[in-house]
């Protein structure tokens, strides 16, 4: 939300676009979603990412 202002927690977004995005391939990218979503930070639907703890994602990207 900070970077889009007015947005909600799901962001209509394909695992493609987050890749393309990210400059990593498609399954790298469904290989990082899927662990952050096994520690209950995201979860991942078609077309969707839906983000349950900002502040935990924002720590772990200040990490590495």
């Known amino acids: 939300p900070w970077l889009y202002p007015g ?3 799901r ?3 394909s695992q493609d676009e987050l890749a ?3 400059g990593v391939s498609r399954p790298t990218a469904h290989h990082a979603l899927h662990e952050l979503e096994s520690r ?3 979860s991942v639907s078609y ?3 839906t983000v349950h ?3 935990a994602l ?3 990207g ?3």
């Open 7 to 9: 947005t909600g927690a």
């Open 11 to 13: 962001l209509a977004l």
């Open 20 to 22: 393309h995005l990210a």
């Open 40 to 42: 209950g930070l995201l």
């Open 47 to 49: 077309g969707a990412i």
């Open 53 to 55: 703890d900002p502040a």
């Open 58 to 60: 924002q720590r772990l």
């Open 62 to 64: 200040s990490v590495h």
